[in-house]
């Protein structure tokens, strides 16, 4: 049993039972042994989006570009990545915005990264931008007084979530618990979860159906719509996830790019649920923004122009006589665009949500 596993088991001999969320905060959050304070988890556990290819994060330093000039170039925005992995979406954004110096010349970057691991290779990655940056642990330490320009990859995912079951009695929450050896179980709470709390259509779910709520996700999406309808601005929100109020259970761990034991060594595996962009919208909302979406990433990337992005890179190393180097880049190209916009790829399974003020133009690809 490792050191957080047998620590874990001890808070629950000593206080009881534990929420999902709970646990999620410890096994990746803990300072001494969380998964994200000792590793570099895309290496050991999942590829995103812009490490797949540079188009991503090109493309979405111009959709926020076009935000802002669609609302008359609010003066010294602050270009905000949550979660930026190791920069490099970042790298790949402010690359596109030289095309763009008015923007560029006056942004300010910060990067909301918990993770010493992941801050160390950022700082690499970003060293030759010549851009003021800067760092920070949560978007609540950055001054909320000028204008928004925010992109969250696969950030939401791994933001705890509770769960609840629908049982005999009504919803109630799952919760972990130990044995007398401290091993980790799930349990269900004795008592009901308020029936106000899960949507209405709760009761078109089966017996032992799941529901899941990001408390700490609808918090942030409704922090992010209140700063954006104060000051202006636009976020981009793309993850893995639904459209719509689901019951099944999407919590899941993943370890050296397989699925592993949700309860087995925490701190060794990385934890991961499907995104509420349902959830998400209403909360942006609440905040007074708008919130398109969300669209299939593939819609949204075609629509931004990927394949017209592709085609201009293969022009590069395009001439007289069609290389066998030509032929490598273009079947490398569109390996990359199909990882990322075909349904049984990232397509469908990834979708993008924009949050703008309320009266502002609707965004590119919604």
Known sequence: MSGLAARIAALIAAQGPITVAQYMTFALHDPRDGYYATRDPLVADFITAPEISQMFGELIGLWLAQCW????????PLLVELGPGRGTLMCDALRALNLVPALREQIEVVLVEASPVLREMQRTALADTNVPMRWAHSLGEIPADRPLLLVANEFFDALPIRQFVKTERGWCERMITADSDGRL????????????????????????????ISTAGDALAEDIGRWIAAH????????????????????????AHRFAEVLGDPGANDLTAHVDFEALA?????????????????????????LHRMQTLLSRDSGPARS???????????SQVDRLILPEQMGTLFKALAIVPSGAKTPSGF
């Open 69 to 76: 000039l669609d609302q008359g170039q609010p003066k010294r």
């Open 185 to 212: 179980a799930f349990a269900v709470a004795p008592e009901p979860y308020p029936a106000a709390q899960i949507p209405a259509s709760r009761d078109s779910a089966p017996d032992g159906g799941f529901y899941e």
């Open 232 to 255: 202006g601005g636009a976020a981009l929100i793309v993850d893995y996830g639904y459209a719509g109020p689901g019951f099944g259970e999407t919590l899941q761990a993943m370890r």
């Open 282 to 306: 209403a909360a942006a909302r609440r905040g007074g923004a708008q919130a398109p979406g969300p669209v299939g990433q593939d819609e949204f990337l075609v629509a931004l122009g990927i």
């Open 324 to 334: 066998r180097n030509y032929l490598e880049t273009a079947a490398l190209l569109r």
